[in-house]
């Protein structure tokens, strides 16, 4: 994986979490869902952008996320400790996903959207978010349908974080 940490800046320490999918999804992540939408996983059908299994969300008139939580208890409570998250998601046609952070407290840490063009499995990631000392941050990725213009589905895989400070 690769991610751009800002430069001319020294980081003492580094957290990496990563997740592809691969070990049981279906008691690692969870998800929601509204009107139409809907999430889950594909096991071993060939479309994953690596390993065997990956992730999906569609929606119409609705919308779905899938959110995975990362140990984050080590990242220090010091000025500058932040993290980055990216994901990989394939879409049949140009799409936005929103990405969020969330602490264990339910308060929104970071929310952003980002287009994918379509095609093939692109690389999206979040701007750098601050951490407070969280134990754990909840990454979700959100799929908004499109009011029914036309079937909205993304499938999504590796999941990377890296926090520094």
């Known amino acids: 994986m690769t991610f751009a940490v800002s430069s001319g800046t020294a980081h003492a320490s580094t957290l990496y979490f990563e997740d592809g999918f691969e070990n049981d999804p279906m008691k690692t992540w969870e998800w929601d869902m509204e009107g139409d939408g ?23 008139r609705g919308g779905a996320s899938e959110k995975k939580w990362v140990y984050t208890a080590s990242v220090p409570w010091v000025s500058g400790a932040g993290c980055v998250a990216q ?20 308060g929104l840490r970071y929310s952003g959207v980002r287009t994918v063009n379509g095609g093939n499995y692109e690389r999206v990631y979040t701007d750098r978010w601050p951490m407070f000392g969280e134990s754990d941050m909840q990454f979700r990725i959100v799929l908004h349908g499109t009011n029914g213009a036309s079937e909205d589905w993304v499938r999504l895989d590796d999941l990377a974080v890296l926090c520094s400070w």
């Open 38 to 60: 809907s999430a889950g996983f594909e096991f071993n059908a060939g479309m994953a952008r690596t390993g065997a299994n990956n992730g999906w969300l569609t929606g119409k």
């Open 87 to 106: 994901i990989w998601v394939d879409a049949p046609y140009r799409t936005s996903v929103v990405l969020e952070m969330w602490t264990p407290k339910g």
